[in-house]
């Protein structure tokens, strides 16, 4: 969805990931960046492997076009919260341009990935651990 305001013309997509939930949006800019919840990208992923997962969608599409992206993410962890991220970013891209679609697909970035955490069934200790059985 391009939204224009104050001149600015920037893509809002949303990207999600277990109970994680990210609004991105991204600006042509002169200089490349990415914040989230207000802070660089280093301030709030302190781990290397997660910044790399935010950035994979850009260094896949190995787009020339420099942006700036903003990101509001909450719920989950901070790896679900990094995919969610990088969900959103995709998809944003392919509003951008839609020949960045096949290799952004083919990499899984625009699946939203349905693994949840199992709900604990009655009777049981956990999602199917099942007390111990005894015969007596």
Not at 26 to 31: M, Q, V
Not at 110 to 123: N, S, W
């Amino acid at each position: 969805m391009a939204v224009e305001k104050k001149g600015d013309r920037y893509i809002e997509t949303v990207g999600r990931r277990k109970t994680s939930t990210a609004r991105v949006r991204i600006t042509k800019s002169e200089r490349s960046g990415i914040t989230i919840n207000d802070k660089t990208d280093s301030e709030y992923f302190p781990v290397e492997k997660l910044r790399l997962i935010v950035r994979d969608p850009l260094t896949t599409s190995k787009i020339s076009q420099k942006f700036k992206i903003t990101a509001i993410v909450n719920g989950g962890g901070i790896s679900s919260q990094a995919q969610a991220i990088r969900h959103g970013i995709a998809r944003a891209l392919v509003e951008f341009d839609q020949e960045l679609r096949k290799n952004l697909k083919q990499a899984g970035f625009l699946k939203r990935d349905p693994r949840v955490k199992e709900r604990r069934k009655f009777g049981l200790k956990k999602a199917r651990k099942a007390p111990q059985w005894s015969k007596r």
